[in-house]
């Protein structure tokens, strides 16, 4: 059974991304960091499990090997102007969705 699309609902993805890039110059490259580290971490971890299992499998394996990655990236979205911490805990599962479509789909 195929899972669901998450679809981040266009206004708090704007937030999200505006956030990401807002604030001072410092901010915004510790998200981008702490991002790339995320998306990183997940990319190597899932092709080593992909190589193992099941592609689904694979990415559940590969989200929980990253995370505290992923805990340290939304903490630098949580500490943006235009976020709060409720904001963050709505965005967690479409974020990881995202990056879930893009382990299983075409990754360009």
């Given at each position: 059974?195929?899972?669901?699309?998450?679809?981040?609902?266009?206004p708090?993805?704007?937030?999200?991304?505006?956030?990401?890039?807002?604030?001072?110059?410092?901010?915004?490259?510790?998200?981008?960091?702490?991002?790339?580290?995320?998306?990183?971490?997940?990319?190597?971890?899932?092709?080593?499990q992909?190589?193992?299992?099941?592609?689904?499998?694979?990415v559940?394996?590969?989200?929980?090997?990253?995370?505290?990655?992923?805990?340290?990236?939304?903490?630098?979205?949580?500490?943006s102007?235009?976020?709060?911490?409720?904001?963050?805990?709505?965005?967690?599962?479409?974020?990881?969705?995202?990056?879930?479509?893009?382990?299983?789909?075409?990754?360009?």
């Amino acid at each position: 059974m195929p899972r669901a699309r998450h679809v981040m609902p266009a206004p708090l993805l704007a937030i999200v991304l505006v956030a990401a890039a807002c604030g001072t110059a410092r901010a915004a490259s510790e998200t981008e960091l702490r991002h790339a580290a995320w998306r990183d971490c997940v990319s190597r971890n899932f092709g080593i499990q992909a190589a193992l299992t099941d592609r689904d499998l694979a990415v559940d394996a590969a989200f929980r090997a990253c995370r505290s990655a992923e805990d340290a990236y939304l903490a630098t979205l949580a500490d943006s102007p235009l976020l709060d911490g409720d904001d963050v805990i709505r965005a967690r599962p479409l974020v990881a969705g995202r990056i879930r479509a893009w382990l299983v789909g075409d990754r360009g």
